[in-house]
């Protein structure tokens, strides 16, 4: 399996960004797709996450209202919406994918793939 994460940049507060992460290597069914970050002072973060096939989605509370995460299953692509970006935001995102859905989604050690990460850059 693997994650190729794009999308990130330098912006300012108040701009928005969309982040993709393209998978590939197997069919995803049952999967869960995710996001989180991570700063050089911080453990990483969940960010967000939602099932491969749809539906149910999580966000952290930093970023609930602001981000949207949202998937493309033919194109085997999952993406992160973020708006209205605070200072706040500033990391490197990685997206994730996880096998097992009734895990602990919000506990990295949970996800079994992971994407190289993006650089998020929020200027106040």
């Known amino acids: 399996v693997q994650l190729q994460a794009s999308g990130g940049g330098l912006v300012q507060a108040g701009d928005s960004l969309r982040l993709s992460c393209a998978a590939s290597?197997?069919?995803?069914?049952?999967?869960?797709m995710g996001w989180f970050r991570q700063t050089p002072r911080k453990e990483r973060e969940f960010v967000a996450a939602?099932?491969?096939?749809?539906?149910?989605?999580d966000y952290a509370d930093s970023v609930q209202g602001r981000f949207t995460i949202s998937g493309d299953r033919a194109k085997s692509t999952f993406y992160l919406q973020m708006n209205n970006l605070e200072p706040e935001d500033t990391a490197v995102y990685y997206c994730?994918?996880?096998?097992?859905?009734?895990?602990?989604?919000?506990?990295?050690?949970?996800?079994?793939?992971w994407g190289q990460g993006t650089q998020v850059t929020v200027s106040s």
């Open positions: 994730a994918l996880n096998s097992y859905s009734d895990s602990d989604w919000a506990a990295a050690a949970s996800w079994d793939y």
């Open positions: 290597g197997r069919t995803f069914s049952g999967y869960v």
């Open positions: 939602m099932p491969w096939g749809g539906g149910y989605t």
